[in-house]
T-cell receptor, first 118, second 111 residues
Framework: GAVVSQHPSRVICKSGTSVKIECRSL??????MFWYRQFPKQSLMLMAT?????????EQGVEKDKFLINHASLTLSTLTVTSAHPEDSSFYIC??????????????FGSGTRLTVV | LAKTTQPISMDSYEGQEVNITCSHN???????ITWYQQFPSQGPRFIIQ???TKVTNEVASLFIPADRKSSTLSLPRVSLSDTAVYYC????????????FGTGTRLQVTL
């Protein structure tokens, strides 16, 4: 089945530094990928829609200058948390759909990245 | 995007059948209903998807009444490993269709 690979799975960084999270579609091309954030005991919240070759679309309340998204190829989207602060500590998850018959099973999610800012 | 309402939590004993109902009164004609399962510190995993009537796969069944304003995920003979959060989502199936997650249902299975 369709696989979305996300790296790193866990990262700890110092306050003020930047962290890059990668999301790759391993066996299909994804013109659109989605980035979510999940705080403990809460549901997933959509942060932004990553569009290959164009600017990302951010949800209301999400700072586009803080959460930089680059979707430079059909199989890779990256999320960079710039000038991270402790309140940015969260579980970040990406997703994509292969579409067509393979997409009839909905979206495939990455395994998530646990970001801890100290 | 259609809003969904699910019970916050459910408890079950191992071996029982579990039915989780989701309300989606504002579902649109083109919307599909999809259920995902999420374990702690993992991304959601697709369980089942349907449009109307009944859909069954190797892990679950999905029942959708004619008016499609609700749906029920049925997990037969749950085991401890089915302890997870289950999300009901409603939306299109295009590759650019946004998914909006509701609160989900936290299922706790015990011996």
């Amino acid at each position: 089945g369709a696989v979305v690979s996300q790296h790193p799975s866990r990262v700890i960084c110092k306050s003020g530094t930047s962290v890059k999270i990668e999301c790759r579609s391993l066996d299909f091309q994804a013109t659109t990928m989605f980035w979510y954030r999940q705080f403990p005991k809460q549901s997933l919240m959509l942060m932004a829609t990553s569009n290959e070759g164009s600017k990302a679309t951010y949800e209301q309340g999400v700072e586009k200058d803080k959460f930089l998204i680059n979707h430079a190829s059909l199989t890779l989207s990256t999320l960079t948390v710039t000038s991270a602060h402790p309140e940015d500590s969260s579980f970040y998850i990406c997703s994509a759909s292969p579409g067509g018959l393979r997409g009839s099973g909905g979206y495939t999610f990455g395994s998530g990245t646990r970001l801890t800012v100290v | 995007l259609a809003k969904t309402t699910q019970p916050i939590s459910m408890d079950s004993y191992e071996g029982q059948e579990v039915n989780i109902t989701c309300s989606h009164n504002n579902i649109a004609t083109n919307d599909y209903i999809t259920w995902y399962q999420q374990f702690p510190s993992q991304g959601p995993r697709f369980i089942i998807q349907g449009y109307k009537t009944k859909v069954t796969n190797e892990v679950a069944s999905l029942f959708i009444p004619a008016d499609r304003k609700s749906s029920t995920l049925s997990l037969p003979r749950v085991s401890l490993s089915d302890t997870a959060v289950y999300y009901c989502l409603v939306g299109g199936t295009g590759t650019a269709s946004k998914l909006t997650f509701g609160t989900g249902t936290r299922l706790q299975v015990t011996l």
